[in-house]
């Protein structure tokens, strides 16, 4: 689990410059205001007779486009633009006000017609959207914006602008470098602006308001002219593509309540993308038993949009099977595909919804909390809170919050995001909630206690991690085993799923004299986090398969490596945590055939078929290259290992 820090706007109370009451409005004497100064309500009411103006100016709810550019740009210098939104968020006293900069180059070089200079070419930063809530690409995400403070003064003198304030501290983003699985903000601002606007003409197309002005840092002008331009009623948006297989009914509405009607309650803008509808089960997929993750990422790549471009829209990938998952039985969803981009698609599986979940309602709940999980958006307990009805909650557990409270299961389901839930979706930085951003569970707080190891010491509980082969050869993936064995007297709730594939399991690894690496599962079986009763003397096991993931290869050279795995969950409001390790070696080359086989399987699809668990058929550069391997040396460990996973999956597959 990834616990950095992550910042996030909180309320503002509605106090207007300081809640010093004896002094509400003061006058920074060492302030360059960029216009008039303001109003100063200690004059003498007598010097401004016919002077005093109300000011009615209005911070209006919803998002803003926001530019901090340089007034002009000078031949042959290269500047920065910079661009993105705020999100103004009104309570009934207070204010949250976030924003998220992206940071593009700007440069200005003469026109030459026959030798003479006939004009300046200027490379902006791009057009601009129009009136629309702005999408940028990712990997010019610059820093999140958080507001503090909001200065409006609500008099002024004649012919003096009226103006409002913002305090916004800033934290630049660093971008996950090679081998990191993240990025990260500083746990303090790098700095804080004073941003002063006041109102301007409404350009074309915009409803306004529409603001203007500088920004500081400190009392120091910044070379920015910064415009503020209100474009939406809504936060952020965002579009779901849903399609279903032959067989799986596809629930996107039921009465009042859709993608669109429900995503609403949180401020986000939600366009449904309907593909094709009843599409045929692929060839060599079953038609009644489970489709292995190999399977269910083909399918995604063969029918989700081939346009879509996830650095000029928020967009997700929903479809609908009607089998099973093979990973486990019993699973109404998943979120998958965090192979080449993080949290871009998620699936149902119809045949589980069985009994009172057999239901549109219960469907529709379970496709909206996917959906979510796309968003980065977590199960209450997993954050430490309590289950409650609404959308993030796990289906089982909205049915006994709606049962113990008196209410009917399914009918009365509430369609809506608790606050924390919102407030996330509303104000976390872009690149926590944006499909394709951070690593699912990035910026959310567990908070679990240091007591947690000392909870699981006391209840005997003990966590094994055993490896198949501590000697490793390059390109060879890793097989272990992960048990947790009630060795006390009492009987322990503890999660009935362990592993990655269950978000219950953070494997690290690291390699002697670096840093450690986390390991990240490829498909997220979130509503697998189910408890059950682990009686003494019993165990839960979890088979794993390290090798690769979005940031390359685990075991990418030789050396000696030391895996450690670390549950933790937590029951009745008690966290618990229990780790275990084991040393790894990885082989240095001894021959021409350690060599061949090694640069054959280090590659990025041989990666990806192995993190799909094998048979992954369809990635057609995989397969050839494993079947060189083959050819060159049969008995090679890693081409032992690879043929083991595709018998292991084909079994499995079988299996219902």
Known sequence: MNLRFVPRAERIDRVGFTPDPDDPFPVDPEFPYPFERPFDWRIPPDQLLGEIRPCRINLKQGCYQI????????PFRQTSTFKGS???????????????????????RPILSRGESVGFFVNAAGDEPGPVIPIYPRNR????????????????????????TLKAEEYRYTHPEAGEATGNFPETPDRVLTIVLRRVADPEGYAGP??????????????????????????????????????????????????????????????????????????????????SNAELHAFMLANRNPATNLDSEWQVYYTVVPFDSGAKSGIFGIMFDELDEEREGACNFVDNFTGIHDDARARLRSALHEVGHAFNQLHPPTENLASDNSIMSQSGAVRTVIQNGGGTYPDDINFGFNEHNRHHLIHSPDV?????????????????????????????????????????????????????????????RVPKNIGTTFRSTEITVRKS???????????????????????????????????????GFVFDSPGSYTVSATITWETDGQPFSDTAS?????????????????????????????????????LKEAVSRIERASELAEGYPAVRQLRKMDDAGMKSARKK
């Not at 999100?87 to 200005?108: C, K, P, Q």
């Not at 908070?447 to 390109?475: H, M, T, Y």
């Not at 690496?517 to 390290?546: M, N, Q, T, W």
């Open 582 to 618: 084991a040393e790894v070696f990885v082989d240095y080359p001894l021959s021409k055939a350690d060599n061949d086989v090694a640069a054959l399987l280090l590659n990025d699809e041989v990666g990806k078929y192995v993190a799909l668990g094998g048979n992954a058929r369809h």
């Open 67 to 74: 530019v901090m550019e340089p007034p002009g740009v000078s």
């Open 432 to 492: 926590v909630v944006r499909p394709g951003g951070e690593d699912f569970e990035f910026g959310h707080d567990f908070g679990f206690s240091p007591e947690a190891d000392d909870n699981a010491d006391a209840a005997g509980l003990d966590l094994n991690l055993k490896i198949e082969n501590d000697s490793l050869k390059l390109g060879e993936p890793l097989a272990l085993q992960l048990t947790l064995t009630n060795n006390g007297e009492e009987t322990v």
């Open 210 to 291: 529409s603001f203007e002005g500088n920004a500081y840092d400190g009392t120091t002008l910044l070379p920015y002219k910064f415009s503020m331009l209100w474009v939406s009623d809504f936060y952020r948006r965002a579009r779901v593509e849903v399609e279903n297989v032959s067989g799986a009914a596809l629930v996107t509405s039921v009465g009042v309540n859709d993608f669109p009607t429900v995503y609403a309650t949180a401020g986000w803008d939600i366009t449904v993308i309907t593909g094709d509808a009843d599409l045929a089960v692929p060839a060599g997929a079953s038609s009644t038993n489970p489709w």
């Open 513 to 551: 004299g670096e840093r450690a690496r986390h390991y990240r599962s490829f498909v997220l079986l979130c509503d697998g986090e189910a408890d059950i009763e682990l009686h003494p003397g019993k165990s839960i096991v979890s088979d794993e398969v390290i090798y690769w993931d979005r940031n």
């Open 86 to 108: 705020m999100r103004v968020e009104h309570g009934a006293d207070h204010f949250i006000v976030s924003g998220d900069l992206y940071r593009f180059r700007r440069w200005r």
């Open 141 to 164: 995400y610059y820093s999140y914006l958080k507001v503090v403070q909001i200065s409006i003064s609500p008099l002024r003198r004649l012919k003096q602008a009226c103006t409002i």
